[in-house]
């Protein structure tokens, strides 16, 4: 099993920053992807950003290229996304993801979520 901890949510003005961070715990060897997912009322859940460790590279959503950044350690098995130029649709709860394979089948780990919140 794998445990996941978020935090760094809150409240925000629009053109704020945060940074959520992610750390995670317990089977976690064989990391394939770690990434940022979020959802807003009423909406199905998004990705936000995904870091794949074994090549280094990350992928983002249009919507947040060039405001959010995603890195991560894998010594301390965290990531971390930092988020800049907040604007209120980028209120929802984001969730943090690890995917891990073992024996040729991967299995997909989330957090319990951390709220941000974006004023105008």
């Known amino acids: 099993q794998v445990q996941l901890v978020e935090s760094g949510g809150g409240l925000v003005q629009a053109g704020g920053s945060l940074r959520l961070s992610c750390a995670a715990s317990g089977s976690i060897t064989g990391i394939v992807t770690m990434g940022w997912f979020r959802q807003a009322p009423g909406k199905q859940r998004e990705l936000v950003a995904v870091m794949f460790t074994s090549i280094g590279s990350t992928n983002y959503a249009d919507s947040v290229k060039g405001r959010f950044t995603i890195s991560g350690d894998n010594a301390k098995n965290t990531v971390d996304l930092q988020m800049n130029s907040l604007k209120p649709e980028d209120t929802a709860v984001y969730y943090c993801?690890?995917?891990?394979?073992?024996?040729?089948?991967?299995?997909?780990?989330w957090g319990q979520g951390t709220q941000v919140t974006v004023s105008s």
């Open positions: 993801q690890v995917v891990v394979k073992r024996s040729m089948l991967q299995y997909s780990y």
